[in-house]
């Protein structure tokens, strides 16, 4: 089996190059009203009624929570119709046009993709990667698959995910819109219908649904487990998402950690942050966030070059 020495914990800052919606923005989406054909086409995907549409967002224009998963954490009773509207809008913003930005324009995967090729991640048992993603969408995956199917010249897409699997390990521990041979890549592009919205919403679990021993939480338990080196990229820290990753009892005494803190204040970092990681400097363990000239993702990963030495 393939160790993964290195392991990315994905925030939804790791997508933003790739235009999908973020925390505040998908809250802006998912309260603000949608088109008679929107409500149609999530009725058909399975909400109840249209006035518990309604109910939902006027409920959460109320509540002003910080995210969606703030206000569903709450209010459980909107649960489904919360996960149905949150599908279509991540769905409809997939679009596999968006992953050939450049480097300069946020896109991290290329220069990560060559980095993995430049020290041989997945050519031996001893080097691999692990990605932990908070993330519902499936860019990083697709774009991984497509490099390696270039790369490699694989027909097939058997070929592509064993090649896949022998590189890297990618756990979305909050569900994701499908698989890709479920749902292709790209809603926003081929269309976005009644079925893959019920597919998505299915497939994926807010906070409060997700519990610490369930298998994806226990996949990316193993994967901390084995890592040498721990980044977060894009990621909030909030309270609950560092604490079900379990990271004192799964951490080995000589991993190092680093993440990145994009408009994460200093105040915030000594306050909030840092705390979250004090068991792991009391065990010796070394954390070191970003300066601020790191604080984007691609930005970070230049300026740490032995992480995947």
Request: with cysteine.
């Amino acid at each position: 089996m393939i160790a993964r020495n290195v392991v990315l914990v994905l925030g939804a800052g790791a997508s933003e190059a790739f235009d999908l919606p973020l925390g505040t923005e998908l809250l802006s989406l998912v309260t603000n009203p949608v088109s008679s054909e929107i409500e149609d086409l999530l009725m058909d995907s399975g909400m109840r009624t249209r006035d518990l549409l309604k109910e939902f967002r006027d409920e959460l224009r109320r509540f002003q929570p910080l995210s969606i998963d703030e206000f569903l954490a709450d209010r459980t009773e909107f649960t489904d119709v919360g996960k149905r509207v949150v599908a279509y809008h991540v769905l409809n913003r997939e679009d596999a046009s968006k992953l050939e930005k450049s480097v300069d324009e946020g896109n991290w995967y290329p220069w990560l993709f060559r980095r993995m090729r430049d020290v041989g991640i997945g050519d031996s048992p001893e080097k691999g990667l692990g990605v932990i993603t908070y993330n519902y969408d499936r860019s990083f995956e697709y774009a991984l698959e497509e490099h390696l199917r270039a790369r490699h010249k694989l027909s097939s897409i058997r070929d592509v995910r064993d090649r896949l699997t022998e590189v890297a390990t990618i756990v979305h521990v909050h569900g994701k819109l499908g698989g890709l041979d479920e749902i292709a890549y790209g809603g926003g592009r081929t269309g976005v219908t009644s079925g893959r919205v019920r597919l998505a919403a299915d497939s994926i679990r807010v906070i409060h649904e997700s519990a610490n021993d369930d298998e994806e939480f226990k996949k990316a338990h193993k994967l901390i487990s084995e890592a040498k080196c721990i980044v977060f990229l894009g990621f909030s820290y909030h309270s609950g998402n560092v604490e079900r990753l379990q990271l004192a009892k799964h951490i080995t005494s000589n991993t190092y950690v680093t993440g990145t803190r994009f408009e994460i204040t200093d105040s915030e970092i000594t306050r909030l942050v840092e705390p979250r990681f004090e068991e792991l400097r009391n065990n010796h363990i070394n954390v070191n966030f970003s300066k601020r000239d790191d604080h984007t993702v691609y930005n970070l990963l230049r300026n740490n070059l032995h992480i995947f030495s």
